[in-house]
């Protein structure tokens, strides 16, 4: 549908509405409507403010609409077009007849910001909008400005916005996604403290049920005739617990057949395709559930279960969730029940040892062991009746006698050797002894002698079956591993210490990738550290080093680096079994994946660092959007005022359309400091001789109300910085700590030599060495510790709105990183801040500072000739214009292989001025480096608005380069030419 009113003449043709030539579509309808009918009027007798404003709004590319007047009179662009379903019929209505839909909530706010005369933004507004004859909540974030007139009094609305609903949705789902996590990160660690697997399940159980608002939750086992048998679980209160064993059958086909393959099966009314009989619903009494079949080495062997007592529908994404926590809890009971097997292994020789020194106790009469007290020479005095019982001679047989007419013919030693040795050093004696029994056969003691006054005592333990003691604790590890094989993710293995050789199930095998064939032939501890990620190693063989030294038990965790190219995780414990002399002979061990658990701890964080990049995006659009339509208003006034002769007004709009651009190239500085890629020019800097020259201005800027004091002293180092970004930053940090003392108080700049160990240097992530301490103190307010932990967040402030960037402790931030220093706040409330900058100490002598000052006369060339090379023609003939005025002869080139051809001829090249990044595959250092090789001493001045350390790198440039970063002034730039040919 047509405007109200069209007709034929293009309202262009006529004299004072140039203004609405272009805009597209909506252009062309503005220019045929016959507005003399319309209560705008005629546009040529529109206010000055509405007729710039129209078009400003035409040429924008970004959606933009006017409402003008009293009644809000809608006009608008191409852009905009898209966001309305009554176009054409809109243009030129009321707002309240054209957007009935969003009047309530626009109408308010454009009637506050007309009051106010003060533009407005608002991010992620919720507008309910009829689209297809349908309401919609939709999200948009949009600015008002109001359109004053020459008076300054505000007569319409600019308006200009985007519509974020997508973002805000995927936002309301990254939240949902993000609790989903914390619900599961939290429930491992949970299941992490628990040593019973059956208060594992129970903790899932519950912690799912309450979660999700289900009725029951549970685990069972199947046993090998398919019978289900529940184990631990939670119930809500409207079901009973399962506790009775079920067949399978009973299920059905369908849902026996997706355990055995280990699909997940869930239904949400008793009708469903997939729900159990009738029959096995009133059994268990649910009329909706989901079951996950938990499979170990291709076998069923249990399950977990959700059931509600009435029909309820189950989303992907808590269908995606009972998995996850199924597949994750049921590895935590596969690991603690691992460690119940070695706890039990654990008491089982605890007990042996514990009955052994039991017996040792026992009285004289009732003693297994061979007690006996003898004279100095050997000769027994008395013996116990073990004796008897384990060699069958009496005690008439050995009284008087000394043991040596028992030994056994192979045994060394005797016992006049075995006295005299205990007589001269006065110290217990032990060894064995095979001792005869009356039937003729041997049997193996421990004894243990002790010299006490003139008497011997004596004590034989036969150990005779302890010689068999390890094969029983192999057999029992054999158990062990039989008992953990079929536990998916766990491997169980034994290390034999002294053969350098590996006992393994198949899930050992499959956990460090090794084939049938290479376990069958040995597996040896080089071919296990082969497997080990090469960061991983050192803990690894400090932990191998610690077994073979100390016998003691342990476990770590650590990254295998698989054959095929992938990493996982293992969580391993290692139980170290001794052979009968005490030392440490085989490893018992036993190693559980944990890859999912890491890389669910990795999503988590790559979540956390995609809402930052989503923060840091949004405040960048927000403030370039707000420069760039100050810069663009004001050339577009510029414009309208030449064409109407009017030149008075041009050095203010001038001066708008600089400042605009300066806090734009400050705003890029800021974000490249942020990110460590803005270029530096690093110099050997005296920090003191800084200070001193920047005192006054500092003073200047804190203000009468806060005393200022330096204390540097004759003896600081000399640091390798961009002098000009450190004046920046500490001009910042002063300006921060006035802020920080609305009432007043007193700023400190100080510095100190210091020397980071290795320690200290660990701690802030930056080599050992000497550094340049620079401290700004205040005595302020002060900042909480969760500031503090934000504080170098780009765009966090605590400032009003409108107050700052949030960018400036963030581009300190990376100056002083990218300067391979270090930056520390130490803050308490209301008791002041401490800012540290450490810098590396420059060996050397600092070179003094010198800087031109802006706005100095620049001396005119002498006829000197100066190569130009950027790929951007704006920039290229802005620089070559400054030369012609300055009086040089300029040759300007796009491409790096164009320059190349210029320095290769014979021409007369006084200074080469090239970009950094250019086309073509030559960059502007390897011009400038193709350039030395025919012209060794030709001066380079590099321009760039960001610089790869690889092109021109954080350290000093050659003598006679030099670097200008974009954008800059012309002044700057003429200065550092003249000065770079001068040889300065």
Known sequence: MAPENPKTDPASSRAGVRFLDGGGAVGALL????????????????????????????????????YWGPDFRLLYNDAWTVLADNH??????????????????????????LAAAEGISHVAQRLMMVRGGVPTETFWSYNSSPILDEDGVAHGILNQGLEVTAQVLNERALIAAKTERDFVLDLVERQRVERDSDDVMHLTAEALGRYLGVDRTGFFDVTPDHIVQYRAGWVGGALSPLTRPIPAAVFGARWDAAMRTGETISFCTPNDRDAPPADALALVGSKAGVTVPLLRGGEWQGGFYLSHAEPRDWTRNEIALIEEVAELSWDAVARVRAVEQLRALNANLAGEVAARTAERDRLWEVSEDLLGIATRDGRWLAVNPAWERALGWSAE??????????????????????????????????????LRTQAGDYRTFAWQTTLFGDRLYS?????????????????????????????????????DLANDRFESDSEFAALYGFSPEHVARGVTLADVMGRIHPDDLPSMQATIAHVRATGGDGANEYRLQLPDGSVRWIMARNHVLRDPGGKPGKVVGVGVDVTRQRELEERLRQSQKMEAVGQLTGGLAHDFNNLLTGISGALELMQLRLNQGRMDDLPRYIGAAQSGAARAAALTHRLLAFSRRQPLDPRPTDVAKLIAG??????????????????????????????NQLENALLNLCINARDAMPDGGTVTIATHNVVLDATAASERDVPPGPYLSLNVADTGTGMSQEVIARAFDPFFTTKPMGQGTGLGLSMIYGFVRQSGGHVQIDSARDRGTTMTLLLPRHIGEA??????GAGAAIPAGAGETVLVVDDEPTVRMLVMELLGELGYLAIETETGEQALKVLESRARIDLLITDVGLPGGMNGRQVADAARTHRPDLPVLFITGFAENAVVGDGPLEPGMALIVKPFAMDTLAARIRAMLAGA
């Open 31 to 66: 220019r045929d409507f016959d507005w003399a009918a319309h209560p705008l009027g005629p546009p040529q007798d529109w206010p000055a403010a509405l007729k710039l404003s129209v078009g400003l709004c035409l040429r924008s590319s970004f959606p933009t609409a006017i």
């Open 88 to 113: 054409p019929w809109a243009l030129g209505r009321p707002a309240a007849e054209a957007r009935p839909d969003v009047w309530p909530v626009l109408g308010a706010q454009f009637r506050e910001t």
């Open 397 to 434: 047989h050995i009284l008087g006698r000394d043991s040596q007419w028992l030994r056994h013919p192979e045994d060394t030693g005797g016992s006049a050797a075995e006295i005299a040795r205990i007589a001269a050093t006065g110290r217990t004696h032990r060894l064995e002894k095979r």
């Open 459 to 495: 004590n034989a333990r036969d150990i005779t079956e302890e010689r068999r003691q390890h094969q029983e604790l192999l057999a029992a590890e054999t158990r062990t591993r039989m008992v953990l094989q079929a536990m998916d993710g766990v491997g169980v293995w034994t290390y």
């Open 694 to 723: 920047m005192e006054d201005l500092v003073r200047g800027t804190l203000g009468p109300s806060i005393a200022l004091e330096v204390s540097t002293g004759a003896d600081s180092w000399p640091i390798l910085a961009d002098a």
């Open 847 to 852: 070179a003094d500072l010198i800087a031109a």
